[in-house]
């Protein structure tokens, strides 16, 4: 790791961390949300590549029957579908074929259904495959997007010093009013360890 020019290194044990041109360590605040950055990034990348690796990554493992149950189930009802499709196909052509002595070779279930009957649910299962890939690539994305929110919002503060309260008011004429207080507590800075184990 190089410095740029007008800048200096500070070289420790186990670590290299550039200063400014001050000569002053980065500030504390700034290293914690570049490392928060790279943890969002790499628990977006990880439940893109894994469905519900992201979310093992935000601790809520309890999440993952239902991430596998968006991708899961799309993915069974697109492999049900394209092998209904495809002996409906092979039916169809079987069926509307010049030879009537190839028609035993239709199975038994489309075998007392009309040609048109045949064509009709050969184009709704093609519909069906199309459909279950769809829910497949939102059931996929939905999974990203719910990794990419959750690591966004793990370091929020859900404490009990944050509030709001409805409080009514009388003013000296006798008007009724209605105020919304906010309560905020002061931001604490969080400890952040870079020491390597």
């Known amino acids: ?13 186990d670590t290299v961390v ?17 490392l928060r950055r790279k943890r969002i990034k790499r628990t977006i990348i990880h439940s893109a590549v894994v ?22 189930i799309p993915v069974w009802a697109f492999v049900v579908n394209l092998q209904t499709y495809q002996d409906l ?13 190839n028609d035993i070779l239709i199975p038994p279930q489309y075998s007392v259904l009309s040609d048109n009957s045949i064509k009709y649910y050969r184009d709704e299962y093609r519909k069906n495959v199309d459909y279950s890939a769809i829910f497949f ?4 994305g939905l999974n ?9 919002l793990r370091d929020f503060d859900v404490s009990d010093k944050l509030s709001m309260r409805v409080k009514p008011t009388i003013n000296l004429n ?3 009013n209605v105020s919304l207080v906010f309560s905020f507590k002061k931001p604490v800075a969080k400890n952040y360890s870079f020491a390597s184990p």
Request: zero cysteines; a neutral charge; proline letters at 5%.
């Open 1 to 13: 790791m190089f410095a740029k020019p007008g800048e200096a290194q500070v070289v420790t044990a």
């Open 89 to 101: 196909k092979k039916a169809y052509i079987i069926a509307t074929d010049s030879s009537d002595a």
């Open 137 to 140: 690539l939102i059931g996929w």
């Open 18 to 34: 550039q200063t400014n041109k001050a000569g002053l360590l980065p500030d504390s605040t700034a290293v914690a949300d570049s």
């Open 174 to 176: 006798g008007q009724t």
């Open 51 to 72: 469905p519900g690796w992201g979310q093992i990554n935000n601790k809520q493992a309890w999440k993952l029957p239902f991430v596998y149950a968006a991708v899961g």
């Open 144 to 152: 990203v997007a719910d990794a990419a929110v959750f690591a966004h």
